[in-house]
């Protein structure tokens, strides 16, 4: 589609169909957690922590790119939850790391599951081909933007 300039309409723009699906697959993707009493953000704090290896709310808020009172607050949610706990630091008493329960694990698995359910719907009409490029394009996006792949 042109505009009457014959350039591309901002409608074929990857910018703005990437932007607005992304708007649409967020909202369903909160809608589908929401089923967990947790939002997307939750589930990324939980998904960082899932490496196993527990981290401080400082070391989370600078790998989650956020405000560290932001990992406060979810931390707190969580926390009540039963999804994650915090424990002292031993090397270094005024910090708190945070590790996921076996009940955070088995949260994080729920979520994951909604995720996968989301994937299975938005790509039905793609030809098995055609679902493994957009998954490889998308993966070689988020590593170039220093997201996990």
């Known amino acids: ?23 649409i697959v967020s909202a369903r993707f909160a809608a589908a957690v929401e089923a967990y009493g947790v939002k997307p953000k939750h589930v990324g704090l939980m998904a960082v922590l899932s490496s196993g290896t527990p981290a401080s709310q400082q070391e989370l808020a600078a790998t989650m790119d956020v405000a560290p009172s932001l990992v406060v607050a979810l931390a707190d949610q969580l926390e009540s939850l039963g999804a994650i706990e915090r424990v002292r630091d031993p090397d270094d008493r005024r910090r708190q790391k945070l590790s996921l329960t076996g ?44 997201l996990p792949r």
């Open 1 to 23: 589609m042109n505009d009457v300039k014959g350039t591309a309409a901002l409608t074929d723009t990857l910018s703005f169909r990437l932007g607005t699906l992304g708007a």
């Open 103 to 146: 009940h955070g694990q088995a949260l994080l698995a729920d979520c994951t599951q909604a995720a996968r359910a989301l994937d299975a719907e938005l790509t039905a009409s793609l030809a098995g081909v055609d679902r493994a490029a957009l998954h490889r394009a998308l993966a070689t996006l988020a590593g170039e933007a220093g």
